[in-house]
């Protein structure tokens, strides 16, 4: 048997079970090895029957006097004594009507149970037994708990799991030799016994370290072999002109930061190289990241380049093109501007398409189709990215061939992201970070909002719409409240609109609509037609209403902090002081995680503390099943996070062949392609 063998050949595994395993993810006998538990409970402690304390307990003795019967209807009782040298303590299981049959009288076993009071006497209650002279896996050791689903309980995952770790053949070491003794490594094999039945707390944590130890190698290995395979590429040099940059400066009607001052040099180094650029702006929404973009678009641009930018969603990348065009226009080169996305006439389009390839347009905005279109971009020096999503090797391959060059890539990400995650997530990256806003910014003031306060906070909020300000109400897909079950986006929409504010105009976006309906939507906010603009998240990143200085975030406990954090960017774009409510689904004491916005501003303390809080899938949920299926490290241990990095750099530096190790080299290509960009 092998890690790549089917669990139908496990013995006992029928295709009842098949199917329950397939429901937790577990196909192949590789699948069982790596269900690692959620968490233990230690039945290790073996007492004598004479030292028995309530709780947990486990005793090694021999079974007698076994009683099943009915004490009424469908409620069977098994009673037995269970005996060592010291004394006897009952044991009683609750409808097991097996147990009777499968005790055995005159053998010893271990009984692992609660030790607790039963109609005045202390018995042990539904334990599970195991003959003392087999590997126990249900008692008398540190026992695994794993995530069950109906009908496969953890009883049943231990016996598969016990059954594959013997009988798999390739439980070898994977990773090079010199690597485990420098770090101390224990082998493989070992490290996922111990995950499993661990015959210590110590070893446990050995074999936790090793095992997430192995997870953030290899993925700060795929994405160090993804940034020097970048790094080969060639890209068009893009000669840096003082003048140029002293002009555009210049014409701004305010003075940059000095974050960015650094940043944008950073990037005109970058631009001079034939090595393509690969670099992350990170700055909390309003650090001026498109600002610094459109210089270095524009360095491109005024010397006969072409720029590609892309959004994640087509009211942001519309957005995008009307401020590009304005700034553009300002120094008068509007018309080198285009919208390139799904949502254009086949006209448009072709005329789009026509001016690009002739190369009147200099400066495409659209969503990530424009690198599956049709374009011809014949001299495409730049690609600005905007939102954390990963630019994969084929999505480059792909650009490379359409321009027949690599083009130097700019990500620009508002989405704080702890530094620990952006290591080992974006490794490839080079990493700068706009820590400064423009002065004079407001700070958005955030309170957590009782539901049973909502009459009080409405008719506040009513007084700034009436005069003149507007709100974002913002939901989660499904709100989940404790009275009304799931409540949609669309019933919300309803009870403000028909309800609390029927006297005023009220709007309704959500990602079930049309590109066009959503952009009608939103134009007509943006115009103040809406007081109210009732939502999903599809606003989330990028939206610019200036006028806009209240949001409402419905079923706020169901959000990351830094999720909100995004959010609550969308007010505070204006003069006037702006307000954030926070409102959970019900009325139990908000937690500690919602107060924290209260008093952080800063997004990147936010999303640390969400990542401790929360762990990783929680704050990038899309990423989860991608490069972030982290089973065992813990992002927030930077000490190994540290270690694994070095790790991966010494095996690129020692000029390690990757096909000497074939587990590692199927995981790491296997991450390498890992991309959210589709
Ligand atoms: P981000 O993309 O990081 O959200 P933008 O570049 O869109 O930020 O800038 C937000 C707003 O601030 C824009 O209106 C922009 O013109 C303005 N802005 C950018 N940089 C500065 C600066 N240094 N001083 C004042 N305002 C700035
Ligand atoms: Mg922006």
């Known amino acids: 048997m092998t890690v790549n063998s089917p669990v139908i050949e496990l013995k006992g595994a029928g295709p009842e079970l098949v199917k329950k395993l397939a429901i937790l993810g577990v196909h192949s006998v590789g699948d069982l090895i790596t269900y690692y538990p959620r968490r233990y409970e230690d039945y290790s402690h073996i007492s004598t029957v004479d030292k028995l304390h309530p709780g947990v307990v486990t005793v090694e003795a021999k079974i007698s006097q076994v009683i099943g019967r009915y004490v009424r209807r469908g409620m069977h009782i098994t009673e037995a004594m269970a005996s060592d040298e010291t004394g006897s303590v009952r044991l009683i299981w609750f409808n097991q009507t097996y147990r009777a049959g499968a005790i055995k009288a005159g053998v010893t076993y271990f009984i692992g149970g609660e030790y607790a009071l039963r109609r005045s006497r202390f018995s042990?209650?539904?334990?599970?037994?195991?003959?003392?002279?087999?590997?126990?896996?249900?008692?008398?050791?540190?026992?695994?708990?794993?995530?069950?689903?109906?009908?496969?309980?953890?009883?049943?995952?231990?016996k598969l799991v016990l059954q594959a770790i013997k009988s798999v053949k390739n439980l070898d070491e994977h990773l090079p030799k010199w690597l485990t003794d420098r770090q101390k490594l224990v082998v493989y094999g070992q490290a996922v016994t111990e995950m499993h039945f661990p015959s210590s707390a110590s070893e446990l944590n050995k074999a936790k370290r090793r095992l997430g130890f192995e997870e953030i190698f290899e993925l700060t290995l795929a994405a160090l072999l993804n940034k020097y395979e970048f790094a080969k590429g060639k890209a068009l040099a893009i000669p840096f002109k003082q003048k140029l940059a002293k002009d555009f400066v210049g014409s701004l009607p305010f003075k940059l930061t000095n974050a960015q001052r650094k940043v944008i040099w950073r990037i005109y180094q970058d631009l001079e190289k034939t090595q393509p650029m690969n670099r992350l702006i990170e700055g909390d929404v309003g650090s001026g990241k498109t600002m610094v973009a459109a210089m270095a678009a524009l360095m491109a641009i005024e010397q006969g380049f072409q720029v590609a930018l892309m959004a994640p969603t087509e009211i942001l990348a519309r957005q995008h093109a009307d401020t590009i065009y304005k700034l553009m226009n300002s120094i008068g080169q509007g018309d080198k501007v285009s919208l390139l996305i799904g949502g254009l006439t086949p006209k448009q389009k072709a005329n789009a398409h026509k001016r690009i390839k002739n190369g009147d347009i200099k400066f495409m905005v659209g969503t990530h189709a424009l690198i599956s279109e049709k374009v011809d971009m014949h001299k495409l020096g730049l690609v600005i990215i905007d939102e954390q999503h990963r630019f994969g090797v084929e999505q480059r391959k792909k650009l490379q061939a359409k321009a027949g060059h690599m083009p130097h890539v700019l990500h620009m990400s508002a989405t704080p992201i702890p530094r620990s995650l952006a290591l080992t997530l974006y490794g490839e990256l080079d990493i700068s970070v706009l820590d400064e806003l423009p002065p004079g910014r407001q700070t958005i003031i955030t309170k957590v909002a009782s539901p049973n306060s909502r009459k009080t906070l409405y008719a506040g909020i009513d007084k700034q719409l009436q005069a003149g300000q507007q709100m974002f109400v913002v939901c989660p897909l499904i709100l989940d409240t404790e009275t009304s079950g799931g409540v949609s986006v669309e019933e919300v929409?309803?009870?403000?609109?028909?309800?609390d504010f029927k006297h005023r105009k009220v709007g309704l976006l959500h990602g079930k609509m049309k590109s066009a309906e959503k952009d009608t939507v939103m134009k007509k906010f943006v115009a103040h037609e809406y007081d109210i603009l009732v939502s999903t998240t599809v606003i989330e990143v990028g939206v610019d209403v200036p006028n806009a200085t209240i949001m409402l975030l419905e079923g706020a406990e169901s959000f990351g902090l830094a999720q909100v954090h995004q959010l609550r960017g969308r007010v505070g774009r204006g003069e006037h002081q702006s307000y954030c409510y926070l409102m959970p689904s019900d009325s139990r004491a908000p937690s500690q995680r919602l107060r924290a916005l209260e008093t952080i501003s800063d997004g990147f303390k936010l999303a640390e503390l969400d990542l401790q809080l929360r762990g990783p899938g929680a704050i990038y949920g899309s990423m989860q099943h991608g490069a972030l299926d982290l089973r065992v490290a813990e992002l927030t241990d930077i000490k190994l996070i540290a270690a694994a990095r070095n790790a991966a750099q010494d095996f690129i530096d020692r000029k390690e062949s990757l096909k000497k190790y074939p587990h590692l080299d199927l995981r790491v290509s296997t991450l390498r392609a890992v991309t959210n960009l589709n």
């Open 493 to 499: 929409y309803e009870q403000l609109a028909k309800h």
């Open 124 to 158: 042990i209650l539904n334990p599970s037994i195991e003959l003392a002279s087999d590997f126990p896996v249900n008692t008398a050791r540190i026992v695994p708990i794993y995530r069950e689903t109906k009908g496969l309980k953890s009883s049943a995952i231990r």
